[in-house]
């Protein structure tokens, strides 16, 4: 059944109600069914992966370059084992349910299980590359040993399924989906290179024994006796045979001869092909792969290349140009985001807990907002507007109704008196135009300029009194605060 130990059930199912429930339907309906999200599967997936990497390694090297020890009881009974768990796990894959992705639940009818595995599943080269092939051959176990040992080679079919294992594997180490592919990629890609360098020795093999020549290395025109390689070591023939696969694959040309057998050369086409479609793969994966890491980057500099053609058809002038490229700089950081559209599918807990997040610093730096509930500060934050201000913006202006005060988040801003006498330079976490909160139609008694590209947090004294109206003795409190201030701002300004 579904286990919470099996870390594919917690990222399908969610949570423990979902995995007990699974539970109770599965105990109800399908009892004969494995669920795939069970502690067996689970191990059944890392012991499947093991047996068929050591089987896609061991076999076709044995077979290559060891034919003698397809003789021995223990090579054969341990190959046979091999394949006889193969075949054991398409009876299991045929009673293991799977998630459906269109219905977001998982499937436990036999049929439909059975449809899945057949027709769009692993089952027909699972079925080929579990055949036990040697059961052919055992009337003429001696005498037909390479046609023997090459038909074992059809068990490179499994391939497909450690490609699915792999996924799993993945999925239960909670593998990142950018790192997924290499993760799948990797262990596939030597295999297959391993493959090609058994079957660049089995092949021109199997074609001098068909002819059944004497002595084959006076008359054959294969790389492994124009190389001198028929009577050497074991670990010598792999070597040059990887060797000559990984030459051929890459193009790199360090083949000291050009191929003259036509086995050879068929070999060395078809080896080809298989390192240009490795080549188009690899840097399709790669560009996915940046592409996810670089999006909202790629993004900004599309939306960049759309403005400046905007701008450039309207026809506006450099200094404007330059102002809303560096609004966006600045706005972007180079990285282009749709904030409302991300924030729209969180709840709204945690929208607060970002707001707060963002905010509380600022807030809690103002004189009259020390003290308050919490639950009335996080209300308070969730009303900010954060707004962009370029280098020499006018924020606010003396002689206009405030109807809301300002947070500085970055940025320089200066404080000049109606005259134009500079009276001081505000910064990170300062505030100002707190007393338009409290005193409805007051005017502005100076003017506010940005002295850099500024961020800042805008509270409207609509929001503001909304708010705070179920807590009128808080009203007070910062109303008489904010008067005073007031007053004492009217007296150095007098002066």
Request: hydrophobic share 45%; charged share 20%; proline share 4%.
């Amino acid at each position: 059944m579904a286990s919470p130990r099996n870390p594919r059930a917690v990222r399908y199912l969610r949570n423990q109600s979902a995995i007990i429930y699974e539970c109770r339907r599965h105990t109800h309906d399908n009892k004969s069914i494995i669920h795939p999200f069970s502690i067996f599967r689970y191990w059944w997936d890392f012991l499947m992966l093991l047996n068929l990497v050591g089987s896609l390694l061991s076999i076709p090297h044995q077979a290559s370059f060891d034919m003698s020890r397809s003789l021995t009881p223990s090579w054969t009974l341990i190959k046979n084992l091999s394949l006889t768990i193969d075949c054991i796990d398409i009876l299991l894959n045929f009673s293991t349910g799977y998630f459906a992705w269109t219905r977001r639940t998982v499937e436990m009818r036999p049929k439909m299980i059975a449809k899945k595995y057949v027709l769009t599943g692993t089952f027909i080269p699972d079925f080929l590359g579990s055949l036990p092939t040697d059961l052919f051959f055992i009337p003429t176990w001696n005498s037909w040993i390479v046609a023997r040992e090459l038909s074992s080679l059809i068990h490179i079919f499994r391939i497909f399924s450690t490609r699915t294992y792999l996924k799993r594997v993945a999925e239960a180490y909670d593998v990142p989906p950018s790192l997924s592919s290499i993760f799948t990629f990797i262990p596939l890609f030597l295999i297959s290179i391993h493959w090609l360098a058994c079957i660049s020795w089995i092949i021109p093999v199997a074609c001098i024994s068909l002819t059944a020549i004497e002595h084959p290395d006076e008359s054959s025109s294969s790389w492994i006796f124009t190389h001198g390689l028929w009577n050497t070591d074991d670990q010598v023939k792999y070597t040059s045979s990887l060797m000559r696969a990984v030459t051929i694959l890459t193009r790199s040309g360090f083949l000291s001869k050009e191929p003259l057998a036509d086995e050879d050369q068929y070999i060395a086409m078809i080896i080809q092909i298989l390192g240009t479609v490795t080549l188009c793969y690899v840097v399709s994966q790669v560009m996915l792969m940046f592409k996810g890491g670089n999006s909202s980057k790629l993004k900004y500099q599309a939306t960049v290349a759309q403005l400046k053609q905007y701008m450039h058809h309207k026809q506006l002038e450099k200094n404007v140009q330059k102002r809303f490229l560096t609004y966006y700089k600045f706005r972007y950081q180079q990285h282009f985001f749709r904030e409302s559209e991300i924030l729209n599918t969180l709840s709204s807990q945690v929208k607060l807990e970002i707001g707060m997040y963002l905010c509380r610093k600022l807030v809690e730096n103002v004189t009259f907002f020390n003290n308050l509930p919490v639950s009335l500060l996080t209300r308070i934050v969730a009303q900010l507007k954060s707004e962009i201000f370029l280098t020499n913006d006018v924020i606010v202006r003396a002689g206009q109704i405030g109807d809301c005060m300002y947070f500085i988040a970055t940025g320089t801003v200066a404080i000049y008196t109606d005259s134009g006498r500079e009276i001081c330079h505000l910064e990170d976490g300062a505030h100002f135009g707190e007393i338009a909160l409290v005193m409805a139609d007051e005017r502005r008694v100076a003017n506010v300029i940005a002295v850099e590209t500024c961020e800042l947090y805008r509270l409207e004294r609509a929001d503001f009194i909304k708010t705070i109206h179920p807590y009128p003795m808080l009203w007070d409190r910062i109303k008489k605060i904010a008067m005073e201030r007031h007053e004492k701002t009217m007296i150095l300004d007098t002066h």
